[in-house]
T-cell receptor
Framework: EAGVTQFPSHSVIEKGQTVTLRCDPI?????LYWYRRVMGKEIKFLLH????????ESGMPNNRFLAERTGGTYSTLKVQPAELEDSGVYFC??????????????FGNGTRLTVT | DAKTTQPTSMDCAEGRAANLPCNHS???????VYWYRQIHSQGPQYIIH???NNETNEMASLIITEDRKSSTLILPHATLRDTAVYYC?????????????????FGQGTILTVHP
């Protein structure tokens, strides 16, 4: 079974530019999550999709961030325009749907974003 | 989700058992205890989770106290590759809906160093 795949693994852009990160979850996983870790800080939740719907986007920092999951498969996270403080590692995770015994999240290896 | 408290760092000799403690005194009845680890430059890796019974899998054992206010992750025979940051996370369980459904809240974790 293929794990969660993220692309690109690294991205270096200039302040003001746009970057789009992509996440391919494990096949059949309804739940998809975005997290990020900025330098020296803890891993922080950004948002959660159930299929194509946004279940919880309470962690999105501001309206420069736009996440989509068209068709309930892969997801993209766009940052436009990028600012210096957006630098960090962006992780995607997925899990199976529902149930009392919570299905664990499986994480990708992240996209390291550097804004210069 | 309930807050967890872990030691900042721990050491373990290779081949010995590593016992990582976690306090979660405010855990509620439907909250699970999850353990993840992050090895440098990789995404968080799921280890194990449990509700109130002790759990064991191919990676580790999870011992949860009877009052559920604390738990211990046991790596029975630590290797150098187990050097990582270990996160103890309490996650809401059961039912659909609510903004906390599904997400994990990461703290600082415990830096485990396994030495030869």
């Amino acid at each position: 079974e293929a794990g969660v795949t993220q692309f690109p693994s690294h991205s270096v852009i200039e302040k003001g530019q746009t970057v789009t990160l992509r996440c391919d979850p494990i096949s059949g996983h309804d739940n998809l999550y975005w997290y990020r870790r900025v330098m020296g800080k803890e891993i922080k939740f950004l948002l959660h999709f159930v299929k194509e719907s946004k279940q919880d986007e309470s962690g999105m920092p501001n309206n420069r961030f736009l996440a989509e999951r068209t068709g309930g498969t892969y997801s993209t996270l766009k940052v436009q325009p990028a600012e210096l403080e957006d630098s960090g590692v962006y992780f995607c995770a997925s899990s199976q749907g529902g149930g009392q015994r919570r299905s664990p999240l499986h994480f990708g290896n992240g996209t390291r974003l550097t804004v210069t | 989700d309930a807050k967890t408290t872990q030691p900042t760092s721990m050491d373990c000799a290779e081949g010995r058992a590593a016992n990582l403690p976690c306090n979660h005194s405010t855990i509620s009845g439907n909250e699970y205890v999850y353990w993840y680890r992050q090895i440098h430059s990789q995404g968080p890796q799921y280890i194990i989770h449990g509700l109130k019974n002790n759990e064991t899998n191919e990676m580790a054992s999870l011992i949860i106290t009877e009052d559920r206010k604390s738990s211990t992750l046991i790596l029975p025979h630590a290797t150098l590759r187990d050097t990582a940051v270990y996160y103890c996370i309490v996650r809401a369980g059961g039912g659909v809906g609510g903004t906390s459904y599904g997400k994990l809240t990461f703290g600082q974790g415990t830096i485990l160093t396994v030495h030869p």
